[in-house]
């Protein structure tokens, strides 16, 4: 069974940074990819930035130049480095993950239905 736990989530003034952790196991599949979505109080979930095991990376418009996806440092962990936070970036962050056999890459991406896996959530609360 697939587990996602995020970690290093908190409170930052507005300017700051923060570094988003996800610990991945269970894994099954060689071919991944792996996202990071938020959801803010009365709004949708959205994606902020993919990644996939070939190395590809897209970040959504509230992401890019401020924010960074990559593999942590552990094996099956995935990191979001995100910089100039704003207060709009006040969010409850999930990590997602899909998995695959075979030869076919997952292509990243930040569309929900495209996640079969979810994390619980971490807060990242930006004060201006």
């Known amino acids: 069974q697939v587990q996602l736990v995020e970690s290093g989530g908190g409170s930052v003034q507005a300017g700051g940074s923060l570094r988003l952790s996800c610990a991945a196991s269970g894994v099954t599949g060689s071919r991944w990819r792996m996202a990071w979505f938020r959801q803010a109080p009365g709004n949708k979930r959205e994606g902020v930035a993919s990644l996939n095991d070939y190395g590809f990376t897209t970040y959504t418009d509230s992401a890019k130049g401020r924010f960074t996806i990559s593999q942590g440092n552990g094996k099956n962990t995935l990191d979001l480095h995100m910089n100039i936070l704003k207060p709009e970036d006040t969010a409850m962050y999930y990590c997602?993950?899909?998995?695959?056999?075979?030869?076919?890459?997952?292509?990243?991406?930040?569309?929900?239905?495209?996640?079969?896996?979810w994390g619980q959530g971490t807060q990242v609360t930006v004060s201006s």
């Open positions: 997602a993950a899909a998995f695959a056999f075979g030869w076919e890459i997952l292509p990243v991406s930040t569309e929900v239905a495209d996640y079969r896996h």
